[in-house]
């Protein structure tokens, strides 16, 4: 516990964990304060990300940077997953498609653009594992297919109106995912580890955690950010509702940043340290894990949580927008190469969206 | 004969041979039992697709990888455009596009998937020409986006319902498609014929047959396999009816399926000899044959053999499926690296696109 | 002077300067014989792109072929800009559109393909700077993204039909777009100029002019252009009528390539001096400026000079081309090597585009 204790102590940052049990306090007391309550999840979320961060990397300080890497993105797509079964249990179901759609847009868009400027502002030019991320934006691109084939490929308009064909073909398909993504784990972990390891760099500085708290403050955190992120998403509605904002903005953007703060914190800490192979290794992987584990995964336990069944149809905006930030990530992180203003670039088709997505949301959205 | 009569003798694939004259007796004889006939003529074909295998990598031997691997393109392209004619003299038009869009999207995800399994199962990872794929993908892409620009661009709705216009523009485009086919052949086989080369490998093993039985034994095997064929397409139509499937997925998975069975034996032989040049210039290049020449061909065909003309409208999930299939195969193939998983996620995404098309068949199409 | 008139007396081509004079003169005199005004502003800007040629070649010369590109396209594309200006104030809406669509499909597929295609008729492969002709194609592909985001990925069908969603959403989208163009200024032009600089050729044969001379010449030869452009533009749309084309097939091809032709002289003689990395960089270049830059200051100058705002909404033939177009030329550039028939299949591409256009306008079109 020492290191773990030193730590919280030398960086103010952290100082705001207090507000974990705050918030934690105030959703029994005053749980009709969404404001309030949004804020202060809000403000909880910020410290336990960057906890989470320094555990991760303690860890990824050990295994290499790609291990790291996916450990980071499994532990922060559980958080997003959690988020997304409570919106399920509500029978939110744009709420949770756009959360969806958002997450591996924002992950592959937002976070990989933000890595690139925040590191590009440091350094002139950045150089990372080309291989890699060859390797991670296909498998992106390939995941991204395979979810969205129902939607971009059927000729829905003459179907029974029931639904009950898109609903087989939904959980059909979550099920070759869900095998797809074990193959894919044992791709990564076993047979070609090595693929995936990350440019040599010097750690210095600290002193690393013993794995066993390492791995212990990983776990406590997730549970932790899950428990807070659960206040956030309840309130967070009603806080867009009074804003104007429609459920598809609320779960596409700002679902979507939170679910994913302690990966950026990770994603963006390795960026400043010219780590981009971490960075990118982050953005994609979890971009990837959620087209191929968190989407089927919800589909299939809507079954059980859900009022209704969910399934895998997406509305035509967010088909678009995801090819588009799979092929321009692909085709962005295909040269091994970066500077700020590809950073900048990707960070503004992301704000593009936004706005769209702000003024004109799918129909039916209200 | 010899090397042919040995080889035969020393593989019990071939002895399998002896279903072709079963399957030309049999449709003879019970031309109503279209089960047994399709049954029969699937036996026939694998042993002609084996023999055609022997003999492509034959001539091969001698002309390098890439000219074998045209060679055999054009021969197994052959065989689908035999087995496309024989619906275009039927009226089958749904059942023509669909094989079409099957084809390329079979070759250019399904068998290049699988080279990259089968090569991935044998050798940890895999390395080709990428100079050499990244010509042969660009190929391609072009290719399809050329046959696909009047189904992608042209704004259809406010046109004369007679479809007049829709045939003057397949007209002009077919033959545009055919010129540059020929300016193509011209550059690989002739101008720089040298791109095409495939890296050296050991031929090892087997003495090589003499050219003159090699080509021979290609010739009168493609005639076989046109035969044979022909029965396979009248009865498995029949048995898709049975089976519930649509025309669209029996033309676009089955037909394509068994009609590129000859390149698979070749690509897949090469693909576990760990010569995935071949492997990948088979695939892409059959795909871009299809887009450049037999497409473009059968509309032509169309007016000489059809009961009306056949355009070269396909319907949007045709356009989507084919342009996915085509951009994935550019990125996969431009890193010139391969391991078993990629090839496990193109079989995959083929999969979904089959099971969609299965679940979810394109309207009108019944 | 003495260089720039010692140039004219030996080059045939620049003796057809008189056509400027006499074009100014017959649009003052004969103003309604439009085919007459058609053919001679034609024939004078053949001569001024060839000189505007020399001088940006003279200018380039001197500070890198890059930073040369960049000048000749911007100044190409203020050309493009007067003539869409003209449109706009006349309220020629699908015009000003077209030809936006069509001068970023033009740059992209066909002056690249043009000079593919010229280069490699001389030349057997051409290798050019992969890094930096990467590094235009993922700005391309990012600006035109964020041109079409809104065409793409908006839900459009509910929306109130006074379009004023759409307006608001347009001056947003411009905004932003000119502000990442500024930014893009900064970064090639300062803080990472060195990307852009052109692969080292031999000069040799001529002395260069004086800098003064050149940038002089290329001044006033631009504001000539642009003078005899607005003659051209509006003879040419009076032409397309008599020849039964659409606004939308004037504007994409014929102004495209009329308002672009002072660009191919210097691309088309960058290529056929094998200094492909002027031309990708001039194709490339002036693509992405029309999309960063022309698009949203039309836009604006809309609502000073127009007779009704106009917006950034593409009919989606023109967002499907234009997308293939960018994704095209982003992979024909990633390889860094060319050969005679990729240039041949792009203008192929371009010319199924024109093809589809002229046989089946957008609707409404007439």
């Given amino acids: 516990m020492q290191p773990l204790l030193k730590e919280i102590r030398n960086t103010p ?76 249990r509500a029978g939110q179901y744009t709420l949770v498609k756009a959360s969806i759609a958002g997450a591996i847009v924002t992950n592959a868009m937002f976070m990989l653009g933000a890595c690139l400027l925040l590191g590009g502002l440091r350094y002139h030019v950045q150089e990372y594992n080309r291989a890699g991320a060859r390797l991670s934006s296909g498998l992106l691109l390939m995941a991204t297919v395979a979810l969205l084939a129902p939607s971009a490929v059927a000729d829905l308009q003459h179907l029974p109106q029931d639904g009950s064909v898109i609903h087989k073909l939904s959980v059909g398909i979550s099920v070759l995912l869900i095998g797809v993504y074990a193959l894919g784990l044992l791709f990564s972990l076993k047979t070609h580890k090595e693929l995936f390891a990350g440019a040599e760099h010097d750690k210095g500085e600290e002193a690393p955690w013993p ?74 992987g979890s971009a990837s894990q959620i087209a191929l584990f968190v989407a089927p995964a919800l589909v299939l336990l809507s079954y059980v949580v859900g009022p209704t069944p969910m399934n895998l149809q997406f509305w035509p905006g967010a088909v678009t927008m995801i090819m588009i930030a799979t092929v321009t990530a692909s085709f962005i992180t295909g040269s091994g190469r970066s500077a700020w203003f590809v950073g900048a670039l990707l960070i503004f088709i992301y704000a593009i969206f936004a706005l769209t997505l702000y003024v004109v949301p799918p129909a039916g959205q209200g």
Same sequence: chains 1, 2, 3.
């Avoid at 429609?246 to 400043?272: Q, T």
Wanted: proline fraction near 2%; hydrophobic fraction near 65%; charged fraction near 10%.
């Fill in 211 to 284: 794995i066993g708290l390492a791995v212990g403050t990983l776990l406590v955190i997730t549970v932790l950010v899950a428990l807070v992120s659960e206040i956030f998403v309840e309130s967070v509605q009603k806080a867009g509702e009074t804003f104007g904002m429609s459920p598809a903005f609320v779960g596409f953007i700002i679902v979507s940043l939170v679910g994913a703060a302690a990966e950026f914190a990770v994603a963006f800490s390795a960026a400043r340290k010219d780590r981009l192979d971490m960075s990118v290794s982050i953005a994609l």
């Fill in 13 to 88: 940052l952290l100082w705001m964990l207090v507000f974990v049990p705050t918030v934690l306090a105030a959703e029994a007391v005053l749980s009709n304060s969404h404001t309030l309550l949004f804020v202060l999840s809000v403000l909880a979320i910020i410290p336990l990300a960057a906890l989470l961060s320094h555990a991760t990397e303690a860890v990824a300080a050990r295994t290499g940077d790609a291990v790291g890497g996916l450990l980071n993105a499994t532990l922060g797509n559980l958080t997003e997953l959690i988020i997304a079964i409570a919106a399920l």
